[in-house]
């Protein structure tokens, strides 16, 4: 029996998304483009907040430099973004509201379970409170994470990603 779970514990974690991505039926808020398999329209990833929800939702709490005590994220798991997508570069280049840019390598996504958060306690995230979305580390889990380099790749009002 144990055989078989692990069996089928494999087969659901290696899923992979191939091709054509469900296109979304609300507002887009979110564009991927640059080096992915898997795309929506003309080549680029397009996502509404109902097209991530979709995905899985992830949330945890911790502190941060933005909000007084620790605070509750709730969002998409950035792994689980760019295997979607089929991302095949190394870094994101995240894009915000505002035109502010960061550049994130894709091994914090897996070193480190980072969201893109659409929700801070509960509530979806406004524009004027950092959404829609907010990239979010989380900061109190390992003492390297408190820190400026950190801190500089947690873009919020994110709007675009380019896989480079």
Excluded: H
């Excluded at 995905?55 to 620790?70: A, E, K, M």
């Excluded at 973004?81 to 509201?97: E, F, I, W």
């Amino acid at each position: 029996m144990r055989l078989i779970v692990m069996l089928l514990s494999l087969v659901v974690c290696t899923q992979v998304w191939a091709g054509e991505l469900t296109k979304p039926t609300g507002k887009v808020l979110l564009t991927m483009s640059g080096k992915i398999e898997n795309t929506n329209d003309n080549g680029k990833a397009v996502f509404d907040i109902a097209s991530l929800e979709k995905l899985g939702v992830v949330s945890f709490q911790t502190s941060s430099p933005w909000y007084n005590g620790r605070t509750n994220f709730t969002g998409i798991s950035m792994q689980k973004l760019m295997d979607y997508v089929g991302a095949k570069g190394t870094v994101v280049k995240v894009t915000a509201l505002n035109d502010y840019t960061t550049v994130i390598p894709l091994s914090d996504f897996k070193n480190y379970n980072v969201i893109l958060a659409f929700k801070i306690n509960g509530e979806y995230m406004r524009v004027r409170d950092k959404g829609p979305f907010f990239i979010v580390y989380p900061y109190d889990s390992l003492p390297e994470l408190n820190n400026q380099i950190y801190y500089s790749r947690s873009a919020w009002q994110v709007s675009r990603m380019s896989i480079e």
